[in-house]
């Protein structure tokens, strides 16, 4: 047999070069881009949409879909902002609010595991019921919340704070991503979930508990939709219902540029994160080339089409 | 295995059978399409439950609910589709489900020393444990799948046509694995079509035929053409309508034809007013030829001309061409199951039922009623779905499709598959009709006496080859057996 690069790397290197490419054209034509503060801008820019990747890359990689992710990240805003208004101490808050996250989850595996409705359908209509719940709590307002150290999360490095490189929540989503990232090489679980995606019949054979691994994968959606929703509260240091409306699109295509299959089995953590940066760094390009918000909508969805067509294509030649 | 029988609604298939295999021993099941091989091992492998009968296993009562209670007690099938994970490595695949771990973190060096050890027990020490399985070529797949039985233990392994989709150097290599787990002492159940196959492996082989056990005997007592003797039995059977028809001009000349897997070489003429049998094996390319034939997969090579119209042609094209296609598939690819009657029996033409791409329900239900009538589709109505019917009853729907449309040339592909026995006699009237009326028949059956009964000229199918057509009087069942089976 030849020798050959991996699938997976070739992949990497492929979204690498894009990003340079993107990220090397918006320079030319605006100089001004390319500065270390801007780079941190991009990473904070595109924490709220990675962290949401890693739970929806676990999800696509197992053969499923989540569209309930922008719902719960509003949600997540406002049970968070409430709990602070109503007193309770900022770490109470933050835990209730990854928990309502998580729980949103769970709700979503138990629907689609007992009831056996399609994950796209489930996800739809929780995408409807947890934005209600969200406008519910809150009244239909913004909510607005003392101010803690759950605001800070992301804010913009003071010139004390350099050594830090980059701010609390960057740090957060880099750290998870190299856990979620080893947990799907290195262990029975993240084994489990690529091989569901991949066969799922020949897995149930194997005795592989294909429900169980399931319900855990939606948990894991709604765990990092949690930290999603705390990224976006850190951001408007409000609680606001009806904010990250069609976050889900951003976080399924970030995923989806980052290399996996929508039939599952295929996809990676790096792949995701780099997804989500191409997609930030043509939105902040475009706006710092004073592109109208319309041009940049077109060019984003003509590179997610692009992008999964060379994969087929690279895919095809192999 | 005891007693063993199952039915599927009316169908028997499997009647009273016994079955036993001992360690150390490859032990072949041969039978014709249909015969009910594939279902005893199923039962075996805790895939289907049976109706009746008992299994015993090392001495104790076996009774497997699934097919993992199956492999964790012993025994473990390789289904004819592969059922691995095409991204997990090879080391992954073999051991799934029973992965070593601790507190759920893999020990990875151990899972490939322990799949490599099950590999080097079948004579492929070399294959690459960390490479994923879907850059394997499909024989080292199938060996993946065969190490997942010995890794687990299994003392059984069951081979259902490992070699159907092989080449000759896989087969032999395959063939080592298979022998050297015999010395190991393991049991082989080993279902195949060929028997040259079986007559260099095994060492001893039952005989089913439609559901019965024929017979059990060591290998050397029985010759080729005892097994195909016994495969056939002798059964004459009336409900065949055949008139004398008059074949007219060629309508459908096929020239040399390849697909882009099969066929690999098909060259007959039918003509208006006659029907022609293909016969052959499961997976010898015969509903690939239809497919090719009808566009639905690419040409190759060679040529396919029907009447004025030469060259390929899409689905869409061959329907205006008049030529009408019925899979092998009903529930499928046939027939759109929760759509009613009406709806599936005039899809390929529904710009007569109104004017200006317009569909006037009123008359799409007259035109369905009338096809009810003729074919006698017991319905409520044809405004019913069609999934709600009988087997038979869907099957006359998608056939009177084609007679709605009014093709010309009908290319159908196991027409009588899992229906009653009456249905089949109205099909087989139905067929004859159609030849009668000038209409041209291609019959894809694995069901001998029926391409024999009803069929004008019969050509066999072998490894994607189409032989001669010979005319139907002139051939008999275990010619056309051997030359299916390449003997």
Redesign the interface.
Known sequence: ?RK?IP?SLANVIGLVIAWVVIFCLVSYFSPSFATSRNIELLARQTTIVSMAALGMTYIIISGGIDLSVGSVVALVTVVIAWMLKAGYHSTTALVVGIAAGTFCGIFNGLLVTRLKVGPFIVTLGTLLIVRGFAKGLAHEQKIDAPMTWLANLLEVLGPGDRWRLLPYGVWAMLVFSVVAAWVLR????G?YV??I???E???R????PVESVKLKVFALGGLFAGFAGLMQYSRLTVGDPTVAVGLELDVIAAVVIGGASLAG??GSILGSLLGALIMTTIGAGGSQMGLPNWVQEIVTGSIIVISVALDRLRLKKV | MRGISKRFGATIALDQVDFEVEQGEVHALVGENGSGKSTLVKILAGAQPADEGTMVLDGRPFNPRNPMEARRQGIGMIYQELALCGHLSVAENVLLGMEQSHFGLLDRAEMGRRAHAALAKLGYPKLDTEAPVKSLPIAARQVVEIARAVAVGCRVVILDEPTSSLTEADVERLFEAVLALRNEGHAIIYISHFLDEIDQIADRLTVLRDGKKVATRPKGELTEDDIVALMVGRKIEAMYSRSPHAPGEPILEVQGLFGPDKPTGATFTLRRGEVLGVAGLNGSGRTELIRTIFGLDPVQKGEVKLGLHVGPASPSQRWAEGVGMLSEDRKLEGLALRLSIADNLTLTDLGRLGRAGTVSPMRQAEAATVWIDKLGIRCQGPGQIVGDLSGGNQQKVAIARLLYHGVDVLLLDEPTRGIDVGSKEQIYQLIDQAALEGKAVLMVSSYLPELLGVCDKIAVMHRGTLGEAVPAAETDAETIIREAIGA
């Open positions: 047999m050959r699938g290195y262990t029975k679980f084994r690529v091989a995606g991949s066969n019949q020949a897995a054979l194997c005795g592989v089995g295929e």
